[in-house]
Nanobody, 118 residues
């Protein structure tokens, strides 16, 4: 059974930075498409960034230029570096993993809260 455990969320001021981590059980980081989603109160969960098994990355329009997804295969961990944070980035952030041939993630983490506020 695959487990994803997020960490690194918290309260940060506008313009600040946070790095989220997602520790995965098993060696899936190099075989699955790993992603970060977020869900703000009253809104649908949305995709923020993905990194493929080959290391290709993709970002939502709101994340481009500010967020970076990267991985450490040896540590089975995926990260989301978030810079220039805005209040509208406030949400619960979820790590996900899906097999390359499917669209919907197969596995989800429990989520970590990110709050951007002064």
């Amino acid at each position: 059974q695959v487990q994803l455990v997020e960490s690194g969320g918290g309260l940060v001021q506008p313009g600040g930075s946070l790095r989220l981590s997602c520790a995965a059980s098993g060696s899936i980081v190099s075989r699955y498409v790993m992603g970060w989603y977020r869900q703000a109160p009253g809104k649908q969960r949305e995709l923020v960034a993905t990194i493929s098994s080959l290391g290709y990355t993709a970002y939502s329009d709101s994340a481009k230029g500010r967020f970076t997804i990267f991985r450490d295969i040896a540590k089975n961990t995926v990260y989301l570096q978030m810079n220039s944070l805005k209040p509208e980035d406030t949400a619960v952030y979820y790590c996900s993993a899906r097999f390359p041939a499917v669209v919907i993630p197969d596995y989800w983490g429990q989520g970590t809260q990110v709050t951007v506020s002064s």
